[in-house]
C-alpha cells in the first residue's frame, strides 16, 4: 500500500487529505495527517469566533481579482472550485450557508466549530490517520520526513507529501512560518531559482508616525471610526488604484490604526512603506458631505459654545472623529474653519511601519507558483544537470504557505481550500503513477 503524509490540519491540508482519501481505491493508499498542534484547525476555529466568512459570492471574475498579480496563477485551481462548488461541499457536510449583505458568504451559524466536527468525522469514517504534537522538522538524509513528538524523534517514509502549514501570522495557533528555513535550505539544495517569497504581514494593522499622544492611547484606543473614506498618496498624488477614496470604518489602536478599511488597504500601505519608508493617508471623516457643506457648518457661528460641542452639532463630529483631528490639527487650525474644513475632509495621517506577522489575519509571501507544477508539487531541479531531477519528487504545498494574498472577506479560506483540493488531486495521480511504473 502507498503512504501519503499531510503535514499541516487547517483547512488546506484538512483538503487535500479528503481528496485523497475519498478519490483512492479502497486499500491502495494511508492518508496520514500530522500537526504540532495538540488539535487540528485551531485557526479555522478562530476565524469561526467573529463571524466566520467562508467565501464571497460576487461574479467570478471580480472574485478572481482580489488575488492580485496571483488572480493568473490561481484561475485554474478557482475554474476548477469555484466559490458555488465550495458552499455545496460546505452543505455537503450538513451545515447551511448565506450570503450577507456585502456579498460575503457565512456558515448558517457564522461559527467554524459544527464545520469542523462534522468534516473531521468524515475524514476518520474514510480512514485518514490524525497524528497530533507532531512537529515535521524536514528530512532525513535518505528522504524520511522527520517529526519532533512527545515520545522523541520519529522518521517515516512516504510516497508523497503535501505541506499545508500555513503562514506566520497568530503563531500560537500553530503556524509559524518555521517550515521556512527548513524548505528555504532544502529548495536551495534542489533549486535554481529562489523558491519561497519572504512572509510579510497581510490584513494588518499600521503604525503611525510618532506615536499617539498618551491622550489618544488611554481613552480612544480600541474605539472604531465610522463611517469615513481612506486615500492615500504617491509622489503623483492618489495612487492610480484610489482615484476613489474607499469607504468603512477603521479602528484606533495603541500604535496606530487597524480595521476593516486599513486591512483592505494593508498591501499597497505595506509595499509603499517598504519602498519609501512611510505612506500618508488621507482620512475624509465626514465622506458623505462635499468640502463647500462642511465649510459652511464649521462657519456657522458658534457663540459660547465650545469647538467639540460645536463640530458635534453641526457636522456629527464626536468621540474618536474628534480626538484624531486634536491629534492631527494645531489650535490654530482648528480655529480657521476653511483649514479645519479642508482637514476633515483630508486629515493626513503618515503611517511608517506595518504591525509585526504574529498580529497580522493573514501572510503574504511563501512558495512562489513559479516553484511548482500544475499540481502545486514542488519542481526540483538538479542544479547540475539542469534537468527536472527530483530527489525529492512528490512535494507538494496548499494554503497560506503559497505565495498569493487576499483582503478578508473569504477569500483566503477560499484559496486555502481550493489549493488543498488541487494539491490533494495532484498527490493522488501522483501516487497512482507510481502503481502503474
Ligand atoms: C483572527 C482571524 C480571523 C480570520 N477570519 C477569516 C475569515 O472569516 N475568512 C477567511 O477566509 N479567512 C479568515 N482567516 C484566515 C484563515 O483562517 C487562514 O487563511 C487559514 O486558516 C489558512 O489555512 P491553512 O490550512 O493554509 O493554514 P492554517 O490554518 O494556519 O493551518 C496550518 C497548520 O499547520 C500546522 N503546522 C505548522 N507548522 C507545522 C510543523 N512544522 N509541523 C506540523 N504542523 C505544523 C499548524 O499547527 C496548523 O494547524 C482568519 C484568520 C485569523 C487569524
Known amino acids: 500500500m502507498k503512504t501519503v ?37 485551531r485557526k479555522f476555529l478562530l476565524a469561526g469566533v467573529g463571524g466566520m466568512n467562508i467565501t464571497h459570492s460576487e461574479p467570478f471574475d471580480q472574485f478572481l481579482s482580489r488575488y492580485g498579480s496571483r488572480a493568473v496563477s490561481l484561475a485554474p485551481t478557482f475554474s ?21 449583505s456585502s456579498g460575503r458568504v457565512f456558515p448558517s451559524d457564522m461559527k467554524a466549530a459544527p464545520l469542523l466536527r462534522a468534516w473531521l468525522h468524515r475524514l476518520r469514517e474514510a480512514g485518514v490517520r490524525f497524528h497530533v504534537r507532531h512537529r515535521w522538522l524536514g528530512w532525513t538524509n535518505t528522504g524520511e520526513l522527520r517529526f519532533a513528538t512527545p515520545a522523541g524523534e520519529l522518521s517515516q517514509p512516504f510516497d508523497a507529501v ?29 533549486c535554481t531559482e529562489k523558491s519561497i ?25 480600541g474605539q472604531p471610526v465610522k463611517t469615513i473614506a481612506v486615500q492615500f498618496l504617491d509622489a503623483n498624488g ?7 477614496a ?32 512611510s ?32 463640530l458635534q452639532s453641526r457636522a456629527g463630529i464626536k468621540g474618536a472623529k474628534m480626538a484624531l483631528l486634536r491629534e492631527v490639527c494645531s489650535p490654530e487650525q482648528l480655529n480657521a474653519p476653511a483649514t479645519l474644513a479642508g482637514m476633515i475632509k483630508r486629515l493626513p495621517i503618515t503611517l511608517v511601519a506595518t504591525r509585526p506577522i504574529q498580529e497580522a489575519i493573514s501572510s503574504a509571501g511563501g512558495v512562489r507558483f513559479e516553484a ?64 502503474e511504473r
Open 5 to 41: 503524509a499531510v503535514i499541516g490540519g487547517g483547512p488546506a491540508g484538512l483538503m487535500a487529505a479528503e481528496v485523497m482519501a475519498l478519490g483512492a481505491e479502497k486499500g491502495s493508499m494511508q492518508v496520514e495527517l500530522f500537526d504540532a498542534m495538540p488539535s487540528l484547525g
Open 80 to 100: 476548477s472550485f469555484t466559490p458555488a462548488m465550495l458552499r455545496e461541499w460546505v452543505h455537503g457536510l450538513g451545515i447551511g450557508t448565506f450570503t450577507g
Open 162 to 190: 503535501v505541506l499545508a502549514l500555513g503562514g506566520a501570522s497568530w503563531p500560537r495557533l500553530g503556524s509559524d512560518g518555521e517550515w521556512v528555513p527548513i524548505l528555504e535550505a532544502r529548495c536551495q539544495h534542489e
Open 197 to 221: 517569497a519572504p512572509l510579510l504581514p497581510a490584513n494588518c494593522g499600521f503604525d503611525v508616525a510618532g506615536g499617539w499622544s498618551g491622550h489618544l492611547r488611554t481613552h480612544f484606543a
Open 238 to 244: 492618489p495612487m492610480d488604484s484610489q482615484k476613489e
Open 246 to 277: 474607499r469607504k468603512g470604518e477603521l479602528m484606533l489602536s495603541d500604535t496606530g490604526l487597524e480595521g476593516s478599511l486599513i486591512y483592505a488597504l494593508s498591501a499597497p500601505l505595506r509595499d509603499a512603506i517598504a519602498a519609501r519608508g
Open 279 to 310: 505612506v500618508t493617508i488621507l482620512l475624509d471623516l465626514l465622506p458623505d458631505k462635499s468640502f463647500e457643506r462642511v465649510l459652511a457648518e464649521v462657519s456657522h457661528p458658534r457663540g459660547a459654545r465650545s469647538l467639540s460641542s460645536h
Open 372 to 435: 511548482l507544477d500544475e499540481h502545486l508539487m514542488l519542481r526540483w531541479v538538479g542544479k547540475k544537470t539542469g534537468k527536472e531531477a527530483g530527489r525529492l519528487p512528490g512535494v507538494f504545498c496548499a494554503g497560506e504557505m503559497l505565495d498569493w494574498e487576499a483582503p478578508t472577506g473569504g477569500y483566503l479560506l477560499s484559496a486555502c481550500f481550493a489549493t488543498g483540493r488541487q494539491a490533494g488531486q495532484g498527490a493522488l495521480a501522483y501516487i497512482k503513477s507510481l502503481g
